[in-house]
T-cell receptor, first 110, second 112 residues
Framework: SQQGEEDPQALSIQEGENATMNCSYKTSINNLQWYRQNSGRGLVHLILIRSNEREKHSGRLRVTLDTSKKSSSLLITASRAADTASYFCATGDKPDKLIFGTGTRLQVFP | SQTIHQWPATLVQPVGSPLSLECTVEGTSNPNLYWYRQAAGRGLQLLFYSVGIGQISSEVPQNLSASRPQDRQFILSSKKLLLSDSGFYLC???????????FGNGTRLTVT
């Protein structure tokens, strides 16, 4: 079963612009995580936000969490061509599980 | 530091042949271990996870199985591969249930 769904499925922007991706999930959570995947590679963890947090920053990344709406957003500011990748949110409906969403494919043009 | 090894990187197997993918983690003990599969251009599907030796939780009924014979070793197997088993298989680990996952580089399996 799919716990999270990202929106949009694909996003194309120019370098320097901001990119926003959204994630919706179905059940109550302890935390929500965002990952990045370069084509053909494993996923890399970007940021974790706990259910009692509303916003978190890491460099050019800003994540928000709205547990009442069961949604999260990932904002990448001042995007670079190197940010081109797929981005996934992940949550778990059980403590040891981690289920990923369908992902957003981000293309940043130089 | 902790590292995860997953092999082989690519594999082409005929329908009906067996499968064994191995994943090992170094530099930690008693990790949670995970197998995911990713179809082309799609999200990740959780196949199996393990919180300890011999403890396997299966998420998707299919012709795949997993085993954890040692603390830091996780094996994905099949007795007879199907065409639908093709995909990108990813192994991952984490230390605690609410900590980030660390992924291997994946195995691209093509069943012909």
């Amino acid at each position: 079963s799919q716990q999270g769904e990202e929106d949009p499925q694909a996003l194309s922007i120019q370098e320097g612009e901001n990119a926003t991706m959204n994630c919706s999930y179905k059940t109550s959570i302890n935390n929500l995580q965002w990952y990045r995947q370069n084509s053909g590679r494993g996923l890399v963890h970007l940021i974790l936000i706990r259910s009692n947090e509303r916003e978190k920053h890491s460099g050019r990344l800003r994540v928000t969490l709205d547990t009442s709406k069961k949604s999260s957003s990932l904002l990448i500011t001042a995007s670079r061509a190197a940010d081109t990748a797929s981005y996934f949110c992940a949550t778990g409906d059980k403590p040891d599980k981690l289920i990923f969403g369908t992902g957003t494919r981000l293309q940043v043009f130089p | 530091s902790q590292t995860i090894h997953q092999w082989p990187a690519t594999l082409v197997q005929p329908v009906g042949s067996p499968l064994s993918l191995e994943c090992t983690v170094e530099g930690t003990s008693n990790p949670n271990l995970y197998w995911y599969r990713q179809a082309a251009g799609r999200g990740l599907q959780l196949l199996f996870y393990s919180v300890g030796i011999g403890q396997i939780s299966s998420e998707v009924p299919q012709n795949l199985s997993a085993s954890r014979p040692q603390d830091r070793q996780f094996i994905l197997s099949s007795k007879k591969l199907l065409l639908s088993d093709s995909g990108f298989y990813l192994c991952a680990w984490r230390q605690r249930k609410d900590s980030p996952l660390h992924f291997g580089n994946g195995t691209r399996l093509t069943v012909t």
